[in-house]
């Protein structure tokens, strides 16, 4: 792998880590159902005019589009503002690469190997060690949404793994047509007409510039280029960067909002991190069984 595309999957890594910032500063601008609806409308618009449909039948965009863009963020989005901060739910949300492997089990009879196994269990630990930390800057109701929309991010890699080789950009750009009307309706229905249209008239730059990143920057730029690493070098070559994304989280949330860790968070960290590594350094694994679309995006 060249140095230039090394430096490109660090970026992404970088940028979907300190996404998980940006969202917290989003969420102090808009509801969190609003906020997830005009992430997938400007990520969707205007590029789905000029990016072709990937050939993928309609049913696994729609699929994808519900699964992805509506229950995982909607978790995600509503986790963080209740109570998960942004590093926590950085990490917390890798475990998604766990509930694959068992869904995987499940539903298509893949048996994880023991390394794998042995890596799910260091990571549950550390996600115990992280539930008995709970205090005042963090919440059960946080930990339990941000652990949902990992789960509902393995369920989407399910339906990825159906997808078969596509160009990510042209897929992430047409699921992303799909969530924005389901999530007006609900943020409409839950979070009221008043709620969203205040928060839309007092739209400030802080809010517009966090739109813009998690649409453009997380989403578009972030999936293109990690697409074109997949097409060009594969996944088992391209996977590990993903171990990159919690650990920028983690530092970005610290530095620019001052999220405090302490040991026993850094030590469950460790674990969960050492449970992915565990999980992602096993070619054959990656190789055969993985969905080409499986990102740690966010």
């Known amino acids: 792998m060249s140095p230039l595309h090394i430096l490109m999957l660090v970026l992404v890594a970088a940028v979907w880590g300190f996404n998980f910032v940006v969202i917290k500063l989003g969420l102090d601008n808009f509801p969190p159902l609003l906020f997830s609806a005009l992430r997938f ?49 950085s990490l917390l949300l890798q475990s998604q690469a766990f509930f694959t492997v068992l869904l995987a089990f499940l539903i298509y009879g893949d048996r994880p190997r023991p390394l794998q196994v042995a890596g799910m269990v260091l990571a549950f630990s550390g996600v115990a060690l992280i539930a008995s930390s709970i205090d005042g800057t963090f919440t059960v109701a946080g930990l339990v949404l941000v652990l949902a929309a990992a789960v509902a991010w393995a369920c989407s890699n399910m339906l990825m793994k159906k997808v078969g080789k596509v160009q990510m950009l042209n897929l992430m750009v047409w699921v992303s047509l799909v969530p924005p ?53 594969g996944v088992s070559t391209v996977a590990p960067f993903s171990l990159l994304v919690p650990v920028f989280g983690m530092s970005s949330a610290a530095l620019v909002l001052g999220e405090d860790f302490g040991l026993l968070r850094v030590i469950a960290a460790a674990l969960i991190v050492l449970g992915l590594v565990m999980n992602v350094f096993n070619p054959r694994w990656l190789a055969r069984k993985a969905p080409v679309g499986e990102a740690a995006g966010s």
């Open 41 to 89: 409308l400007f990520a969707a618009l205007p590029l789905a005019f000029f990016i072709r449909r990937p050939d993928v039948p309609w049913r696994l965009i729609l699929g994808i589009g519900l699964m992805l863009g509506v229950v995982k963020f909607s978790f995600l989005f509503i986790g963080m503002n209740v109570g998960a901060p942004p590093g926590l739910a």
């Open 181 to 233: 009307i389901p999530l007006f309706i609900i943020s409409a229905l839950f979070e009221g007409w008043d709620r969203d249209l205040q928060a839309l008239a007092n739209l400030n730059l802080e809010g517009a510039g966090a739109v813009l990143f998690v649409a453009y920057g997380a989403t578009v730029f972030g999936f293109a280029v990690w697409g074109a690493m997949i097409s060009r070098y």
